[in-house]
């Protein structure tokens, strides 16, 4: 009884790691190293080989297992410690033929194992399910993929089951945008309890918040863009764990034109200038739909907490309401107004250079704002979000780096 308890996967699981309850054609799971993606594919496997809940209804007959290669869909989705041989019970263990590349259930039901390096291998077969294992690696996608599709011509309902650590490639993509696809994330964090302590102390804390953690971490797909003023690679050269001691500090707010449910977001950014000349972005403190009240509330705290010396407030929209926001809400504070008289690209064209010269650092991880700047191109951001935070961060480091350096401009104190 214990041991039939212990194999019912459905029992143990996740949530992320079960079937979606939705009519889909494909399962794709993206997920980050050690999230238990390839648990989940083999779990399904052996669900649908044995025709049991909530996997089928029915036993599936022919499975096709694709790896990147025939060595990685033997070591990792067969005789790996999550494979199939090692989540099944030893009632229900399949039969290994390693010569002929395939595993077989007492009940006839077979898996056989294809190379994505070999698209032409899935010519002929014929399958009524499928796992394919880190798509976003083949290094034929699109050719293994139609073969593939093309093979699952078997049972009423053909599915396939997806597991890859995201990447950007275009076949991943369509997936994605797939109306027949159900999409599954994970992260390496949700699985902590399956893994290594070690892991976490050496890889985990040390990535974690990195462009290469947030995609082999995360699960997250990250792109840049041709067009795009920044690049990843960019503000990743430049970033560092922890602020060095600052000569001067600045809170820059771009607040929207209107307020309430409608209203564009407050950006609210920080950035400082260190002894060694170099401007360093503390924190992206944005708001999304706040009452002026709230947005000025906001940033007057991040600008207590880090002990800045002047809010940079742009004045385009609101004018003098704006200062008067913040006069309502602390007299005390510095504010200097300004007014842009030029179009957002160009402000923030030489922020940018400042970045490709690597005179800008990101202190710790920012996903918000940096995914916005590797998305901003001549016509806006390319999504037709209101570009909020980079605009607060252009007044950032534009007054820190750009007018008079270390010397600081006029002030006007309110009150």
Request: proline share 7%; aromatic share 6%.
């Amino acid at each position: 009884m214990a041991e039939v308890l212990l194999a019912d996967w459905a029992v143990w699981a996740r949530r992320e790691q079960l079937p979606p309850d939705t009519a889909w054609t494909t399962w794709l799971i993206l997920g980050g190293r050690g999230a238990g993606k390839t648990r989940a594919g083999a779990e399904w496997v052996r669900g649908v080989a044995l025709g049991r809940a909530p996997f089928a209804s029915v036993p599936h007959g022919r499975i096709a297992l694709v790896g990147e290669t025939l060595a990685d869909a033997r070591e990792v989705m067969v005789e790996g410690v999550s494979g199939i041989l090692a989540v099944s019970t030893r009632g229900d263990r399949p039969q290994w033929q390693p010569s002929r590349r395939r595993l077989e259930w007492a009940n006839g039901a077979v898996a056989q194992l294809f190379s994505a390096a070999d698209p032409e291998s899935l010519r002929g077969p014929q399958f009524a399910a499928a796992w394919s294992d880190e798509l976003a690696k083949w290094p034929s996608p699109d050719a293994t993929w139609d073969m593939l599709q093309f093979a699952l011509r078997l049972g009423e309902r053909p599915r396939q089951v997806v597991t890859t650590t995201p990447r950007p490639v275009p076949l991943l993509r369509r997936l994605m945008a797939d109306g027949r696809t159900a999409l599954t994330r994970m992260s390496t964090v949700e699985n902590a309890v399956n893994l290594a302590p070690g892991f976490f102390e050496s890889v985990v804390a040390r990535y974690q918040g990195t462009r290469l953690g947030r995609q082999e971490l995360d699960g997250e797909i990250l792109e840049d863009r041709d067009d795009a003023l920044w690049s990843r690679d960019e503000i990743e050269r430049g970033r560092v764990a922890a602020m060095p001691e600052m000569r001067r500090i600045v809170v820059a707010i771009d607040p929207p034109a209107t307020s309430g449910a409608r209203s564009a977001s407050c950006g609210i950014v920080a950035a400082g200038l260190a002894a060694d000349g170099r401007a360093y972005v503390l924190a992206d403190r944005t708001i999304e739909r706040a009452s002026p009240k709230a947005w000025a509330e906001r940033a007057l705290s991040l600008y207590h907490t880090l002990g800045a010396d002047r809010l940079v407030a742009e004045v385009n929209q609101g004018g003098e309401m704006v200062e008067t926001i913040i006069r309502e809400a602390d007299p005390t504070v510095p504010v200097v107004p300004v007014r842009a008289s030029r179009g957002k690209w160009v402000r923030a064209e030489p922020v940018a250079l400042l970045y490709a010269q690597g005179r800008v650092s990101h202190v710790g991880l920012m996903a918000e704002l940096e995914d916005q700047m590797c998305n901003f191109v001549p016509a806006g951001t390319a999504d037709g979000v209101s570009p909020d935070r980079i605009d607060a961060l252009v007044w950032a480091l534009t007054v820190l780096m750009l007018e008079g350096g270390a010397a600081p401009p006029r002030l006007r104190r309110l009150g």
